[in-house]
């Protein structure tokens, strides 16, 4: 056995190194308080929004700033934020609970989620003094609503290629903001905004805007596929005069804003997304118990039970690695801060340091909510596409996150990106490692059989991570500088190492809950075991089309002889374990992990 | 004025009702438990209200349970009671959650006890009448509003057909229903002040219960609809007085 580590990994080195199942944090170990945290977040939902769906989705007057309100009333908005600027000072854990108890309220979770974290967090964390104390206590209680505007016509993905500009007047004391913003989400009443534009044709630089500053006018509400009550409009600024005080951030120096908000809006996506596919999942699995077939109710039938298992293990999975990096961040958050960093840099200096999990977790978040919504759907059949139901909605909602906050193709290529960058810059060794899987492909596998529990499974996350820094490291050989046009491989690739973050935190989490006698630990046992089966069969087919796009003749065929023995796992029923896992939903009434 | 408030933890309703030890126990194995509603909505919401409204100085919360109540009774303190009692004991006999209320209660000097009109669990709706009779204090029950002024408390009560007012001296025990106030939620400040509130946990009374319950049924199943022909008046007839016994 490779020794364990002891203390959090740092950012990426998962993939390099073991990680131990009594240090890693999971959902189960969330503390009292948290829990009734997470109980204050959905009984708000329960009361003030689910029921109010229709009118929040028809845009009613003044309904989605009254619900922001009284969030802010009942201090879900500030919670994270420092006390003496109206915060309440809960760490990054907590906040990523309420993130995501309340991720399950549709159009409101997407108002909130803008609202506190890229409406309120750049100025909270670039902002001077003056700008923190004018704007953070306000902002943290809802009494003023915040927006971010970065998005133009021509540039999405490629943010720093914005073409709105920002002069300087004759006199100084003012910036002349001119052009466009789109999908500017809480636009219709958002009382500041933080506006990216370029400064002196090329300086890219953060503004605090308000909303009634001379100049700024807005465009009609979109008409959107989902997310229907989320106030989403332009932003035109013509000659929109703002005083120099809010500049944000150093002039030039916008991108570091941009980017790194972007960190935690990734994480925190899959948070919200997370608390969305619960509650999608408890419908489903209140209208499979229910709806009869054949006068039996469809969830007895093991084509629904099939995908009520694959709800529950997705999410369990994906609930495991959010958490198990939440409190990586907050242990760093708390290092920097013992260090003697400012406020201002340790949360988001820790958010970097995982940022290559940030955008994993964006990815498996928004695809986990994905299937749960659309399976959902099926399982509710003719039913799931009348908007009688509020499944439809569930489904028309989630479509967006694979989109905003960086696309899920974009956080598939950084993932890559950032991890090759990191090589380089030697704050990660992956040439050790993947030098020592060339050496072992070329010696005689090992046969023998551990029978310590869980060695089979820890084996098979070993051998994942093999073939995913194998395939990495000869793309890298290979392709060289080439690699960044080669973007279906680094898909490829990103997937493998995802899919291998995924089954691993789940894997640490049944054991944890093994260790600790967990009332479900033998079905989360199950339902790890059915997503290594599943990941050994991804793993392999990521990295066959990835090797066979660059590779060939001895190197080849010793690639794809590595990467079958890197993915052999033990033959195991995935059927049986996934009607024990549907049969315990079905018992509950809900997801019940 | 000093309120004290009885806080009961009951299952969530929508537990799925399981018993052990051949019928006898109620299997609280994976089992939620909540503040039981009544207490929670109407007898501690009220209970701040007053105090918020400088009626009352102090409200205190007491419950009787085992350790696995507290969460219940954190969640109590998180919207806004001073101090919280827990009796180290666990009994579904009315009588015995009274006489153990009233043995920690009888020397404080409370001048309202509010709780719930029943628990959901049991249903058995006597506790607050008991807890009366042994505090030797007024009792009201089932009441839909309080006020309080000069010392005298105004009371609604809905009766059949209509609703009644009484008044009444303290000190006094109200059971409270529906209509004393609206539900709330805790927030984020009341839960990490209850972090630091004190939970002062007493040692039980010996106090035997005068009930004690011998065995538990589940309701039948449902059966399934009967259809009947329309033109065979005489089987409906004979069915709604033999099957559903109705007529």
């Known amino acids: 056995m490779e020794a364990q580590a002891k203390t959090a990994l740092t950012g990426g080195a998962f993939l390099i190194q073991p990680s131990d199942a009594a240090n890693t944090f999971t959902p189960e170990d969330f503390s009292e308080e948290q829990k009734l945290i997470e109980q204050t977040c959905n009984e708000f939902l329960d009361k003030e929004v689910i029921p109010h769906l229709l009118e929040i989705d028809k845009q009613q007057e003044g309904l989605m700033p009254s619900l ?36 399950g309220g549709h159009s409101f979770a997407v108002a909130m989620a803008a609202h506190n974290g890229i409406g309120s967090l750049p100025i909270l964390y670039f902002g001077t003094e003056a700008q923190k104390q004018k704007y953070i206590p306000k902002l943290a209680t809802a009494q003023m609503k915040g927006a971010y505007a970065l998005t133009e016509p021509n540039s999405g993905s490629d943010a720093l290629g914005a073409r709105t500009t920002a002069t300087l007047t004759p006199d100084g004391t003012h910036y002349l903001i001119n052009g466009q913003k789109i999908w500017i989400t809480n636009a219709g009443f958002a009382d500041v905004f933080t506006v990216f534009a370029k400064v002196d044709g090329d300086k890219f630089t953060a503004f605090i805007v308000d909303r009634n500053t001379e100049g700024l006018s807005f465009g009609e509400e979109e008409h959107k596929m989902g997310i229907k009550g989320s106030s989403t409009r332009q932003l035109f600024f013509e000659n929109c005069k703002v005083p120099v005080d809010n500049v944000l951030g150093e002039i030039g120096r916008g991108h570091i804003i941009a980017f790194n908000i972007l960190n935690i809006g990734r994480l925190k996506l899959c948070a919200a997304a997370l608390g969305g596919a619960k509650r999608a999942m408890n419908t ?3 209208y499979a118990t229910t709806r009869e077939q054949f006068k039996t109710p469809i969830a007895q039938f093991g084509a629904i039970q099939h995908k009520l298992a694959e709800m529950a293990i997705k999410t369990f999975a994906t609930d495991a690695a959010l958490y198990r990096t939440a409190k990586w961040i907050a242990d760093k958050e708390h290092e920097l801060a013992a260090a003697g960093k400012p406020d201002s840099e340790t949360l988001l200096g820790a958010a970097e340091e995982y940022a290559i999990e940030c955008a994993m977790l964006k990815v498996i978040g928004s695809e986990t909510l994905d299937y749960i919504v659309d399976e959902g759907v099926q399982i509710h059949g003719g039913n799931g596409f009348s908007d009688e139901y509020n499944i439809s909605r569930a489904y028309r909602d989630s479509r967006i996150n694979r989109i905003f906050e960086g696309t899920n193709e974009i956080n598939r290529l950084l993932t890559l990106d950032m991890y090759l960058k990191r090589a380089m810059k030697g704050r990660i060794n992956l040439m050790t490692p993947a030098m020592a899987i060339q050496k072992e492909l070329m010696g005689i596998p090992e046969f023998g059989e551990d029978d310590a529990p869980f060695a089979a499974e820890l084996k098979a996350i070993a051998n994942f991570k093999k073939a995913a820094l194998m395939c990495a490291g000869a793309a890298v050989q290979k392709l060289m500088m080439k690699i960044e046009q080669e973007q279906e491989v680094l898909m490829y690739l990103a997937d493998m190492v995802m ?95 | 004025m000093k309120i004290l408030v009885c806080i009961s933890q009951v299952p969530d309703t929508t537990t799925k009702i399981a018993f052990s030890d ?11 438990l909540i503040i039981n509603p009544y207490d929670e909505w109407y007898a501690l919401v009220r209970a701040l209200e007053l105090k918020e409204a400088g009626i009352a100085n102090t409200v205190n919360l007491v419950t009787v349970g085992k350790a696995d109540a507290e969460p219940v009774i954190r969640k109590a303190l998180a919207l806004g009671g ?14 015995v959650v009274a006489a153990q209320i009233a043995e920690y209660a009888k020397s404080e000097g409370y001048d309202l006890v509010l709780c719930g009109k029943e628990s959901i669990d049991y249903n058995n709706g006597v506790m607050g009448a008991m807890l009366a009779e042994l505090l030797d204090m ?31 001296a303290l000190p006094l025990v109200v059971s409270c229903q529906k209509g004393m106030s609206e539900a709330r939620i805790p927030n984020m400040r009341g839960i990490m002040a209850a972090r630091t509130k004190p939970l002062k946990v007493v040692a039980p009374a010996a106090i035997s219960p005068l009930t004690t319950i011998a ?19 005489d089987e409906l007839v004979a069915l709604l007085h033999s099957e559903a016994k109705v007529i």
């Open chain 1, 68 to 103: 922001l309100d009284k969030a802010g009333e009942l201090g879900l908005l500030g919670a994270a934020f420092p006390q003496k600027y109206g915060g309440l000072g809960e760490d990054f854990v907590t906040a990523t609970i309420i993130n995501e108890a309340l991720g």
């Open chain 1, 284 to 286: 489903s699995i209140a």
């Open chain 1, 499 to 593: 899919d291998t973050f995924m089954a691993e935190s789940a894997l640490l989490r049944a054991m944890k809950m093994q260790a600790s006698n967990h009332e479900h630990a033998s079905l989360a046992v199950d339902a790890t075991r059915v997503l290594i089966a599943d990941t050994a069969d991804k793993v392999n087919h990521a990295g066959k089309n990835a090797v066979n796009a660059f590779a060939d003749g001895d190197e080849l065929r010793m690639m794809l002889l590595g990467l079958k023995r890197f993915t052999k796992t033990n033959s195991f029923n995935t059927k049986q374990a996934r009607r024990s896992i549907a049969a315990k939903m079905v018992e509950k009434q809900r997801y019940f992990f």
């Open chain 2, 22 to 32: 051949n019928n006898t126990q109620f299997n609280t194995a994976g089992v939620t």
């Open chain 2, 82 to 95: 001073d101090e919280a009692i827990r009796i180290d004991t666990d009994s579904n006999d009315p009588f």
């Open chain 2, 138 to 168: 007024n009792y009201i029950g089932f009441a839909s509003a309080l006020d309080i002024a000069g010392g005298v408390a105004t009371v609604k009560r809905e009766i059949e057909g209509g609703e009644e007012t009484d008044t009444c």
């Open chain 2, 215 to 233: 065995s538990y049924d589940l309701p039948p199943a449902k059966t399934g609809v009967k259809m009947i022909d329309e033109n065979n008046m």
